[in-house]
């Protein structure tokens, strides 16, 4: 434990990328080596890099909802693991956040991930997350979440629960359908609730 709260403490002291961070450096992650589920994200928005609180804003409620957990157990880090792509705000472009900065995976990922033994299930969020972690970089994010299955039963591909994605999900109704019931029986059986 005392190498991974070093390995934490270096990773909050960050700043390989500070130079392309308008709004400062400020990782915001959540990890535990007991966790069971870890939620692979993309990187935090501004209301998140303001509380310092991973998916602190609509979107942390809508997964919430959608993985069927409360905030409470959503933010006890002995049960859920969040590691986005970026672990710092990127700052905003013309049509919404600019991507998650590249350095933050190659610097901290394999280190924190391979301290969680104990994963039952990987939630990942987004295109970003599915190109690092399901090598889907050709399929598009509909194709990649419609064949979530095709990935295991430890890997579930998700769009991203932005109230940006609201077209998309009311264009694909299959997805709360289909994959919703089982994705919140998934992080049931692994978080024993």
Not at 15 to 37: E, F, K, T
Not at 102 to 130: F, K, M, N, S
Not at 168 to 188: G, K
């Amino acid at each position: 434990m005392n190498s991974f709260a070093s390995l934490l403490a270096e990773v909050h002291g960050c700043s390989i990328c500070a130079a392309h961070l308008p709004h400062g450096v400020r990782p915001v992650l959540q990890m535990h080596p007991q966790a069971r589920v870890l939620i692979a994200g993309q990187a935090p928005g501004r209301k998140v890099h303001d509380s310092g609180l991973p998916f602190d804003d609509a979107s942390g409620d809508r997964l919430r909802e959608w993985i069927g957990v409360t905030r409470e157990t959503f933010y006890d880090s002995r049960q859920i693991a969040i590691l986005p792509m970026g672990l710092c705000f990127p700052g905003t472009g013309k049509s919404g956040d600019l991507p998650p900065r590249p350095e933050c995976a190659q610097a901290w990922h394999d280190r924190l991930i391979g301290h969680l033994r104990h994963l039952e299930i990987t939630l990942v969020v987004g295109r970003y997350a599915q190109a690092y972690h399901m090598n889907v970089e050709r399929s598009s994010l509909t194709e990649t979440v419609r064949n979530w299955q095709s990935h295991g039963p430890k890997l579930i591909p998700l769009p991203h629960p932005s109230p940006r994605n609201n077209i998309w999900l009311s264009r694909n109704p299959w997805f709360e359908q289909e994959l919703l019931p089982i994705l919140r029986r998934r992080v049931s059986v692994a978080l024993g609730i």
